[in-house]
């Protein structure tokens, strides 16, 4: 292959004539990516023309929005940078819902946008958008080529910016002349970026101060979040608190880095937390925040956010840290450095004995719970079941609704990077092609998409690719023929008017399903849902199941908005 | 109050644009940008005042710039020893008879009179914006036809006097 050849004579001398189309995917190979998902157009297919026999690759979505989604769901499952090519214009605005995704989730991308060519930018040309412009607050940060020699090294350095510090999206805009004209492929150059050094090393006073905390603390707790993955942090957040006896409570994005199933665990904070894990928030003395930036679904009203607490806030962010709650203990840096300083430190441990056989009382009066129907089918039934079939093993990816809150609080995430799920910018649409990306990132997995019925329908155009890879991914509709959540909302706070939530002209999943080429099943009780579950789990290939759930039943417990996390609604039958 | 933040920035298209941006996005106000080239190729300052009473404010913006990656120093000055300069043209009304007024007038801040018209003067003015203000207060009654003003730009003096109340937005 050509490009082969040109890699292989790199030692010789360092840099080699190539098209920008051709730089772009040499820089990728040197990167190590194995997927890109994209979408041609006509500002793109320069590079278009070289990946046809670059050998990477490539995954065509149904609309770029499935594409970065898909993306989203690869980085998050593989820990590496997603890669999305959109094409200028309508293309590029497509994935400004996923960038805006990935950057409140802090995930790592890389996208190219084309552009018109540079002799016509800025003359509203057939298919020019202000991609730049545009997606300036939505990215970690963004590049325009003006030179075809810049490319590699724009590539380099947006993959070091996406992956390291709070990762994020990258976005590299290329005018289309940009990728024909030749110029110097050079990729041994070192990143130089002084105005970005990310503090992954914490300061050790801090650390002291922090040991002296938790040494005093009667009630500690730590409130864990997505950095925990991030940083895949994991094994030391395990260590620490068992080291130090901490209980500890997960952010919706954080489930799965802490085991569910472990005596220390709390389960999620928030609007549809437990109760035991928001009542700890509200008593305690001494908060842990690692990973988690007190996103307002979590803190509840902050005028009662833990009102006696010390807060320690550890993050590789500094600007998360004082941005919406004082801290006390701020430690910048990034969880695993900071978790495996904290377990070498010899601090004592505190006196809390007390504190943990009243949470775990607790925690035993109050489970999540439901109502059960022996007829119809319970969506947190539905939940559960999945759990069992899949022996908690799963790959979990949901779109944003009612269906996402039951699987965060009845699928019991105990290992880290199973759960993929939209939670700062909370995107319907998202569960679907997300699962593409993280199937394609663990090929043996089990993956399962549980999506609404309203999300489903926003990029189910995605089952094209699914039928096209044969990717045997699990897609369950948690079917309440409405928009569950603005449903339940209406419900509670607008007197039941149900104002355009009700979903009643449905179309038949299953002939959906089957007009993709995909299996289809239906099932409307438990007993059927079981049947469909074992069969579809059972099966080798791609199933939709559509569930038909009781369509009235609401998430619980509940902090209404506006008010703390210890007003809790919905706690007991 | 009036916060003073300097920074100083890659030179790249579109970096003040980033910036603004985030000014916008996180809706803080500003009063004033000033931009230019520094003593070093590639690199511009930027000053921007702002307005703000919380402390923390000030120290979100700080952060959030810090974050940008072609933003390569901020500084909040507004508690240091400074120089902090504005200019501004002031296009005042007139006439043969009362332009002697009008150039004893603003001597004492040493403004000048850089155009004359038939029935105009424009003034020229340097200084802090206190003073800007006060010469414009001044020339009010006289008419003003147009103002131009630069806003402010600042940076620490040479020599600082020790001083416990300054703030060093670090968190460590």
């Known amino acids: ?573 | 109050m009036k916060r003073i933040i300097t920074l100083t920035v890659n030179n790249r298209a579109g970096v003040l644009n980033r910036i603004t941006g985030l000014f916008t996005k996180r809706h803080y106000n500003i009063e004033s940008i000033t931009v230019g080239h520094t003593e070093v190729e590639g690199i511009s300052r930027m000053t921007f005042v702002i307005h703000t009473e919380e402390d923390a404010v000030v120290e979100q913006i700080t952060k959030q710039l810090n974050k940008q990656i072609d933003v390569l120093k901020v500084m909040d000055i507004t508690d240091q020893a400074i120089v902090a300069r504005e200019l501004a043209l002031i296009k005042v009304v007139s006439t043969p008879s009362n332009r002697n007024e009008i150039y004893s007038l603003i001597e004492p801040f040493r403004a000048t009179i850089i155009d004359v018209s038939k029935d105009s003067v424009v003034v020229q003015v340097t200084g802090e914006s206190e003073k800007v203000e006060a010469l414009i207060d001044l020339l009010r009654s006289y008419g003003i036809k147009e103002i131009a003003r630069t806003g402010t730009t600042a940076f620490t003096r040479g020599t600082q006097k020790h001083s416990s109340n300054m703030k060093p937005y670090s968190i460590v």
């Not at chain 1, 050509?2 to 040197?30: D, H, I, P, Y």
């Not at chain 1, 023309?49 to 995954?59: C, E, M, Q, S």
């Not at chain 1, 995909?518 to 849902?529: P, Q, R, S």
Request: aromatic letters at 8%; hydrophobic letters at 40%; proline letters at 5%.
């Open chain 1, 1 to 573: 292959m050509v490009l082969k050849a040109k890699v292989e004579g790199k030692n010789e001398a360092s840099t080699t004539k190539m098209s920008g189309a051709e730089m772009l995917l040499e820089s990728l190979k040197r990167e190590n990516v194995e997927v890109i998902f994209g979408y041609p157009g006509g500002a793109v297919l320069p590079i278009y023309d070289k990946i046809y026999d670059a050998g990477i690759f490539h995954v065509l979505t149904r609309h770029e929005q499935g594409g970065i989604h898909a993306a989203e769901g690869y980085a998050r499952i593989s820990g590496k940078p997603g890669v999305v090519i959109a094409t200028s214009g309508p293309g590029a605005t497509n994935i400004v819902t996923g960038l805006t995704d990935a950057m409140i989730d802090s995930l790592p991308l890389v996208v190219f946008t084309g552009q018109v060519a540079s002799s016509v930018i800025g003359t509203d040309a057939f298919q020019e958008a202000d991609v730049m412009g545009i997606t300036m607050p939505i990215t970690k940060h963004s590049y325009q080529v003006r030179d075809v020699s810049e490319i590699p090294n724009i590539i380099k350095e947006a993959f070091y910016i996406a992956t390291t510090g709070r990762p994020g999206p990258v976005l590299i805009d290329i005018p289309k002349d940009m990728a024909i004209i030749e110029g110097e492929f050079d990729y041994s150059k070192e990143i130089n970026l002084p105005g970005y050094q990310p503090t992954v090393m914490p300061n050790h006073l801090q650390i002291r101060k922090l040991v002296e905390a938790v040494s005093q603390a009667k009630k500690p707790v730590i409130l864990a979040g997505a950095g925990v993955l991030h940083g895949k942090a994991a094994e030391e957040l395990k260590e620490y608190a068992e080291q130090q006896q901490l209980p500890v409570i997960h952010t919706l994005l954080g489930l799965g880095g802490f085991p569910a199933d472990h005596p220390l665990f709390l389960g999620m904070a928030g609007m549809h937390g437990t109760y035991t894990a928001n009542m700890a928030i509200y008593e305690s003395d001494l908060l842990i925040s690692i990973g988690a930036r007190f996103d307002d679904r979590v803190t509840g009203n902050l005028a009662h956010f833990a009102p006696n607490a010390t807060i320690a806030h550890i993050d590789i962010d500094p600007a998360e840290i004082g941005k919406v709650v004082t801290t006390k203990i701020p430690v910048v840096g990034d969880a695993k450095e900071v978790l495996s300083q904290l377990i070498h430190q010899d601090g004592k441990r505190g006196d809390n004995q007390e504190w943990l056989d009243q949470l775990a009382s607790r925690k035993e009066e109050f489970p999540l719970c439901y109502h059960g129907s022996t007829e119809a089918l319970k969506p947190q039934k539905l939940i559960e079941l999945v759990y069992e079939y899949t022996d908690g093993e799963a790959i979990v990816t949901t779109d944003v609704g009612q269906h996402q809150m039951w699987t965060a609080q009845y699928y019991k995430f105990k290992k880290p990077n199973h759960w993929v799920t939209s939670g700062g910018l909370g995107t319907m649409g998202f569960g679907l092609p997300a699962s593409i990306g993280a199937q394609l990132a663990d090929r043996s997995a089990t993956v399962v998409s549980i999506v609404g019925d309203g999300g489903f329908q926003m990029t189910s155009q995605e089952l094209s690719v699914i039928h096209e890879l044969n990717l045997p991914i699990k897609i369950m509709i948690v079917n309440n023929q409405s928009l569950g959540m603005v449903r339940q909302w209406q419900e509670i706070f607008y007197q039941g008017r149900y104002s355009h939530s009700i979903l009643s002209n449905q179309p038949d999943f299953v002939k959906l399903a089957d007009a993709y080429g995909i299996k289809g099943m239906k099932a409307t009780t438990e007993e059927e849902a079981k049947q469909v579950l074992k069969e579809a789990i059972e099966f080798d290939g791609p199933v939709l199941m559509d569930f038909r759930v009781v369509p009235d039943e609401n998430v619980y417990p509940m902090v209404a908005p506006g008010k703390g996390l210890h007003e809790m609604v919905g706690v007991k039958l």
